[in-house]
């Protein structure tokens, strides 16, 4: 048997060895949990959530993303494990709960839930509930509109009563829209369905009119109505902070977004002068609408890490910090803030609107993903 | 030093890297090969060998146009950035004295923040309330349209990025050149652009398509940089893969674009790489030939 050596280098070689694997090694005592969010970036509030470590002694961590589909695209790579807690808006919530992705919640374990306006009680609010079980999925969270934010300065009020507005060659180099393909197909698809008048005709798929959910020939008149705005576009800009900028000054008069940035624009206390920016919720073709939520995912089991995340939504969806998200994110919320918050505040963050999310066409799952991705993609290259 | 020693050395030094870029990049390209064979449908993968992502990339002009704007931008930005290199280079290597390192250095100094901020900072500059635009304004001049969500935008924010990394290249490509060369060609009558064109240029030409490939290949794939400045009309390949690959989840279309680029990469390398000649770059320290 060959006998081996313990050299000063063999030691230092393993000392060495040993110290770079201690920062990954550590006892499962000093182990923090950790609740990890797949969400919206807006909505972050730093001190609350280093409250809620504190408090909990956990770390919480972020994952943003920029659209539904991505999001639906991490959850489907083991994301429901990787994640508790993920946002989705409109009808997105029932396709993770259909695919496994989202378990069932129960409002009783979230105190604040009792707060909710009445159109979003777990009772009404029928999104939010698995046609099959009748269990909840989700908690609502915030809620808008993808609508028109104009300067009432050079574009007339009347003028964005309907989608035409965005297609107005008068506004040419003025207009932006985002850079989100499924909204903007969906929103010209307002209007080629309402030139056609296709809507009242049967449906791809048995259903009433959903903008998510197109003929052949109107998605390609949405393409051919998408090339022709594309000459009148700024830009598609890509984040809120760009868009309140290109608004204010000036560059851009009208816009189609989330009344996020027009909330922005009317509470900027920049110094700089206010202008008359005003924002047209439905237009006469229709709307798009979006209620966000928060979903817990599948790889939570019962026990301690959901009463965390219930303990997160709790917190996230009191009044106070429902407050604060509104006028930082510049939406409006589902719990009802109308016993703290001024008649101002009541009229910007649409308080006493909320009935009008039911005549909104709620954000969907396109048709066909790779449909429309090739009509977006014709759109770009045009 | 033992046989057993040199065994492990030999596995340290050589069978570590190689698994390293077996795991982290020889298996991720076969698996973005592989996935480029299936289809996606409705945001899922369906495991069924098929061509289809490679016929619709045949057949859909809009993923041709976006390849043929990557061509042209990648072909227009490295030519540019070489242009704009060699005097700079130049300069720091006869002029610098014993400066040249820390000049050379300050070329690094964009790369100390990330690529986003840069853009973002870009975009300040360039748009309609930006720097440029913004003093335009105040002299009541009109704006420059051009370099407002474009593809001229574009181009400004790619050379941005790439110029050092060319500026440097040709830098070490010339650090390396014996001077004396020039100066002997100046003793037997040459004048400055003979010396230019049929010395220093042609002993530097490897160092330089270095340079240019290490600005093509990245411009070639960009999606950052035509996002955040190229407009409506900007939109390139890297970008359209990246879009496969995030909102419209169609990632076997995605795939198969990512092989088109890598293959369309690698024969411009191999065609490049004809001109190279290694002990010319600087880099090899095998000595000037």
Known sequence: MQEKKISRRTVLAAGAGAALCMPFIRPAWAQTQTVRALMWEAYVLPDVVSKFEEENNVKFVATFFDGNSEAYNKLRVGGAKEFDLVQADGFWPQLYFRDGLIRSVDYAHVPSAANYLPEFHAEKFKVLTDPASGSKIGYPFCWGAYGITYNAAVVAPEKTGTIECMFDPALSGQLSTSARFEENIALAALLVTHRLGSREKPRPDGKPFNPYVLTDEELDGVKKLLIEQKALLLTRYQDNPTLFQLLQSGAVVAATEFAQVFRQLLTAKDGNPKQDFRHTLKMKEGGLGWVDTWLVTSGVEDGPRLDLCNKFIDRMISSEIMKRIGEVAGCSTTIDLRAISTEEERKLYLMDRSSEISDLFMFDQPSSPEKWERVWSNVQAA | ?289
């Open chain 2, 1 to 289: 030093m033992s046989e057993a020693e040199n065994r492990l050395n030999r596995r340290l030094f050589l069978h570590i890297p190689t698994v390293f870029l077996v795991i982290f990049f020889v298996l991720p390209l076969i698996a973005l090969v592989v996935l480029s064979f299936w289809q996606t449908e409705n945001y899922k993968i369906v495991r069924e060998w098929t061509a289809m992502n490679y016929v619709t990339l045949a057949t859909e002009p809009a993923y041709f146009i976006f390849f043929i704007r990557s061509l042209f931008m990648a072909i227009f930005v490295s030519v540019f950035s070489v242009v704009v290199s060699w005097p700079i280079a130049f300069f720091i290597v006869r002029y610098g004295g014993r400066y040249k390192l820390i000049l050379s250095l300050l070329l690094a100094v964009p790369f100390l923040s990330g690529e986003v901020l840069r853009l973002i900072a870009l975009q300040g500059m360039l748009g309609p309330t930006g720097l440029v635009n913004g003093v335009l304004l105040k002299l009541g001049a009109a704006p420059l349209r051009f370099i407002m969500y474009s593809n001229s935008a574009t181009f400004i924010a790619l050379v941005y990025l790439y110029l050092p990394m060319v500026v440097t290249t040709v830098y070490l490509s010339l650090l390396n050149f014996d001077f004396r060369l020039a100066s002997a060609a100046s003793a037997c009558g040459a004048n400055r652009f003979r010396i230019f064109s049929e010395i220093v240029w042609p002993l530097n030409l490897s160092g330089t398509i270095v340079g240019f490939l290490l600005c093509f290949i990245p411009t070639l794939s960009a999606a950052l940089a035509p996002r955040f400045l190229g407009g409506p009309n900007g939109v390139l390949y890297g970008m359209s893969i990246a879009q496969q690959f995030g909102e419209s989840g169609t990632w076997a279309l995605g795939a198969a674009m990512g092989v088109v680029l890598f293959l369309f990469s690698m024969l411009v390398l191999g065609v490049f790489s004809l001109g190279i000649d290694l002990r010319r770059t600087g880099f090899t320290g095998m000595g000037r030939q």
